[in-house]
């Protein structure tokens, strides 16, 4: 038997783990190249791995992964509570981030977990947890309340701070409560406010006669028909609306409210062409109708409790609100021959709401601009505003539309 040298051995191990690493490579292969790879780190064929040689085959085989992925997979595998991985938790946690476009954002929450050892993520289900104070119970409910994977719950469960603190909603409805409590007092009247004569000369509503004052179409949404309007849509905005901007941030939020109010206003320009619009109801039905389905499309994962009776509420909330809206604009107006405002407005919400909202929620710390859904959604929004710009422009001259006069 000849003894090769040490060099030609390290050689020969080189060239063995350059083989290895070109044809093991964990992003590209397919599940049967995965099951040889974990029998390979399973010679007892236990159907299990510890997570010491799920690290080592990530050290061995993962170079090629992006370094942000593997920083996942290694929290992953450290907050396994078990010690152990089996074959279907190796592909799925594999697969999962390589399909995964995941934002710096959360690849730092899980590396600073890591390194400073305060809290690591566990096999054990985040509602489990005891001895939280009231704050950390509270973001432990909008996590339960709008996320359908636990891993994503942990990961905002660690990370959320308060700060920014959801300011947007926030804001937006105290703004509506002050012009609502300043027109209260302006016309002395709380209930049906629109039925004063006073109620559409504002700067805030918008009326078919003052399209042409482009602000209208987004300013409509502080001005509300009476404290009736201003209750729904509060209640609404700030149950659904503020726990959605705890977990995805106001600018994403932000995007799909005013996409809601600009596709109502600008859907009631286009199909009730002689009525005003005022109240929040695109913004919200956006919101809402963009949660709901959240909801419905990942029911089994949403853990939330009493989803079914919660989600039966808020359909209640948004019905009411909608036959409101469609008793006032079918009863005769205080003013004829200016009608009452339009319902039209709810409907380009919950429009926006199941396509572009959907979108927005279902892709939780992903890059929006990554996903070609998203830009398709959006393109269709935007082909939508111009040819409601163009309407505006051209289409009431054309049809010789008789509008009422201004107020």
């Known amino acids: 038997m000849v003894n090769s040298s040490p060099a030609v051995a390290a050689h020969a191990e080189g060239e063995e783990i350059e083989v290895l690493e070109s044809t093991d490579v964990l992003p590209v292969a397919p599940e049967d190249q995965w099951k040889c790879l ?5 010679p007892e064929n236990s159907g299990f791995i510890s997570t010491e040689r799920f690290r080592d085959l990530l050290a061995a085989h993962g170079s ?14 450290d907050a396994n509570a078990d010690g152990k991985i089996c074959y279907q938790d190796f592909v799925n946690l594999v697969s999962s981030a390589d399909e995964l476009k995941m934002s710096n954002k959360r690849s730092n929450s899980f590396r600073q977990a890591i390194l400073q050892g305060s809290r690591q993520l566990r096999n054990s289900a985040l509602r489990e947890e005891v001895g939280l104070g009231l704050s950390r119970r509270l973001v ?30 926030l804001a937006i409805t105290i703004t509506e409560v002050v012009v609502f409590m300043y027109y209260g007092l302006q016309l002395n009247r709380w209930v049906l406010q629109v039925s004063s004569p006073y109620f559409l000369k504002g700067p805030l509503p918008y009326h078919p006669q003052l399209r042409a004052q ?21 209640a609404m905005q700030l149950l659904v609306g503020v726990p959605l901007e ?17 596709a109502g206003s600008l859907a009631v320009s286009v199909t009730d062409m002689t009525a005003p619009v005022v109240g929040s109801s695109g913004g919200v039905y956006a919101l809402v109708s963009a949660h709901l389905a959240n909801v419905v499309m990942n029911w089994s994962g949403m853990k939330c409790q009493f989803k079914l009776f919660r989600m039966a509420m808020a359909l209640v909330c948004m019905s009411v609100e909608f ?14 021959p200016c009608p009452n405002p339009s319902f039209v407005a709810h409907l380009g919400g919950v429009a926006v709401g199941l396509t572009l909202g959907v979108v927005v929620l279902q892709n939780y710390e992903q890059r929006l601009q990554e996903q070609s859904l998203f830009w398709i959604f959006f393109s269709v929004y935007t082909l939508f505003i111009l040819c409601g710009i163009f309407w505006n422009i051209f289409a009431y001259n054309l049809l010789d539309v008789k509008l009422p006069p201004p107020p």
């Not at 036959?323 to 004829?336: E, M």
């Open 38 to 42: 974990f029998d390979k780190y399973d």
């Open 64 to 77: 090629e992964l992006d370094p942000h992925k593997l920083e996942v997979l290694l929290a992953l595998a």
């Open 140 to 169: 432990r409910h909008v996590a339960y309340e709008t996320l359908p994977r636990e891993v994503d719950r942990k990961w905002y469960f660690d990370s959320y701070t308060y700060c920014p603190p959801p300011w947007l909603m």
């Open 214 to 234: 482009a602000w209208r179409f987004l300013s409509y949404i502080f001005m509300h028909a009476g404290i009736e309007h201003l209750g729904l849509n509060m």
């Open 246 to 262: 705890m977990v995805h941030g106001a600018l994403r939020i932000g995007l799909v409210y005013v996409c809601g109010a600009l």
């Open 323 to 336: 036959g409101r809206a469609v008793w006032l604009r079918c009863y005769p107006p205080a003013f004829p």
